[in-house]
């Protein structure tokens, strides 16, 4: 009987610790690095977001709208990674092309190439996956390519929220900027944020007395 590799896949990882890795990278618009890690932003939060391929439709939409908001980030402490299952040689190829011809140029922050798909496949993400034929020859099921996965990693290394979107399903940045703010206020002053909060509304104090006079004012 062929022995078959058992993939264990994580699914939720809010609460746990943000998987690691070490991979080549694109940073600041043209510079390919070895060994990109998230350890490096220890005692930051960082935004972790994957998306489909180089060259496509939806993704320069999504990498420009993190770009535009990379000075808000950059405020609150927060580091902008992205990470596709492309080669590095493409992310660069990619980030030369101008915005006019479907480029990304201008996009400064680091895009990881996950060439071996371990970091979809440890964060969940992957959309296709790896299995056996009869004969015992491995083989893929879909494209091995990512979802439009979001993590937010705070600055103890621990996932506060994810978000996955299927391949067609643009995120919405504003939002990714709001739980952020949503964590930072609920570390500093220890209360709740209830629906649709936003750094303009009050906390909710988590209890039954908190609660009755949250609804009340509300």
Not at 20 to 44: D, P, Y
Not at 56 to 84: G, H, I, M, W, Y
Not at 103 to 132: C, E, H, R
Not at 206 to 212: C, K, P, S, V
């Amino acid at each position: 009987m062929f022995n078959q590799i058992k993939i264990k896949k994580m699914g939720v990882l809010v609460g746990k610790k943000a998987p690691g890795f070490s991979a080549q990278a694109v940073i600041n618009g043209g510079e390919i690095v070895e060994n990109f890690t998230l350890e490096q932003f220890k005692g930051k939060y960082v935004v972790l977001f994957f998306y489909p391929k180089d060259f496509t439709f939806v993704c320069p939409t999504e990498l420009f709208a993190f770009q535009e908001k990379l000075d808000e980030f950059k405020s609150r402490n927060v580091e902008v990674v992205a990470v596709s299952t492309d080669t590095e040689q493409s992310h660069w190829g990619w980030l030369q092309m101008p915005k006019n011809a479907g480029g990304i140029q201008g996009v400064k922050y680091p895009l990881v190439a996950d060439t071996n798909k371990t970091i979809s496949m440890n964060y969940d993400v992957l959309a296709g996956d790896f299995d056996w034929n009869e004969e015992g020859e491995m083989i893929a099921t879909g494209e091995l390519i990512a979802y439009r996965g979001l993590f937010l990693i705070d600055k103890e290394g621990i996932v506060r929220h994810q978000l996955v979107n299927d391949l067609p399903l643009g995120r919405n940045v504003d939002e990714a900027i709001r739980m952020v703010d949503a964590l930072q206020f609920n570390e500093e002053h220890g209360e709740a944020c209830p629906a649709n909060w936003n750094k303009e509304k009050q906390g909710l104090k988590a209890t039954h007395e908190g609660i009755a006079e949250y609804l009340s004012a509300n």
